[in-house]
């Protein structure tokens, strides 16, 4: 069973699906290291407590869920067996610090 896209309301809102929108690339490495590290919720676009859509693309809106702690690290993940939290830049898409502690911002 497919789940429903309400396509006229992502075209009011301005909210591009998953590879529609464009978007650059430090944005598309961060996004691909996140898909790599977590597990997205097949319910991101659907479930409101991902927060709103508008004017956001897929891509975007899983780097928010993300920057909000509401994605869930992948098992296979060595950093989540071993209980630690998985920091990825969203500046500079590197894997080991957050965006506040990034060399290129301070």
């Given amino acids: 069973e497919e789940d429903y896209v309400p396509t006229y309301i992502y075209k009011n809102i301005d909210y591009k699906r998953k590879g529609e929108g464009k978007i650059d690339n430090a944005t598309r490495k961060v996004f691909q290291l996140i898909v790599k590290l977590f597990s997205i919720p097949k319910d991101l676009e659907q479930n409101r407590k991902y927060g709103p859509k508008s004017g ?12 909000l702690n509401m994605l869930e690290p992948k ?10 939290s998985i920091d990825i830049c969203t500046h500079c898409a590197t894997e ?5 502690e990034c060399s290129e911002l301070i």
Wanted: glycine share 8%; no cysteine.
């Fill in 56 to 67: 956001m693309t897929f891509e975007e809106h899983v780097i928010r869920a993300y920057k």
């Fill in 96 to 100: 080991g610090h957050t965006r506040d």
């Fill in 75 to 84: 098992e296979e993940s060595s950093s989540a067996e071993e209980g630690q």
